[in-house]
């Protein structure tokens, strides 16, 4: 199963977002009203594997141990994720454990779940300076090496339109 997270508006009318193919948790802007995370830990001391936020969204981490390939599609925002797929990302912080390991000489979260995921990473947005973009590249290779991810594509596109033809 693939876990989509995006900030489309309208993603009703898209319907190439199927190009990604079946068996899709999709989380979106247009149907999301998921709360920010306060930074509480509580998803690591008082509830453990689930946000103490109660909304649909405080399963997250294991909805995203149970993909096996995790997209996201943001507008790209001074080198990171828009405000939308940021929070959601912040959200899955009970897909990790409040424990540390050694990763290739840094320190990173041990991890809750034994499954893992592809991170795959569309970023839209024109202009795009090359410093954002370098920057946005190691965002994402830091966020799957955090995730214990089994590999990780970057890829940008100028819009929308753009992304939809590749896709199509």
Same mark, same amino acid.
Do not use: T, W
């Given at each position: 199963m693939k876990m989509i997270v995006h900030d489309l508006e309208n993603a009703g009318e898209l319907p190439w977002l199927t190009a990604f193919g079946s068996g899709q948790d999709v989380i979106g802007i247009d149907n999301a009203v998921i709360r920010h995370c306060t930074g509480c830990f509580g998803c690591w001391t008082r509830t453990p594997g689930t946000c103490v936020l109660k909304d649909e969204y405080r399963h997250l981490g294991a909805r995203l141990a149970a993909c096996d390939e995790m997209v996201l599609i943001s507008r790209c925002t001074y080198g990171g994720y828009s405000p939308f797929v940021c929070n959601v990302l912040n959200r899955m912080l009970p897909y990790v454990l409040p424990y540390f390991r050694m990763l290739k000489g840094q320190m990173h979260h041990q991890l809750r779940y034994e499954q893992t995921v592809k991170f795959n990473v569309y970023f839209y947005g024109e202009d795009l300076t090359a410093n954002e973009r370098q920057t946005a590249q190691e965002l994402v290779q830091a966020n799957s090496l955090n995730l214990g991810a089994k590999g990780? &594509?970057?890829?940008?596109?100028?819009?929308?339109?753009?992304?939809? &033809?590749v896709l199509s």
């Open positions: 990780f &594509e970057v890829s940008f596109y100028d819009n929308i339109r753009q992304l939809k &033809e």
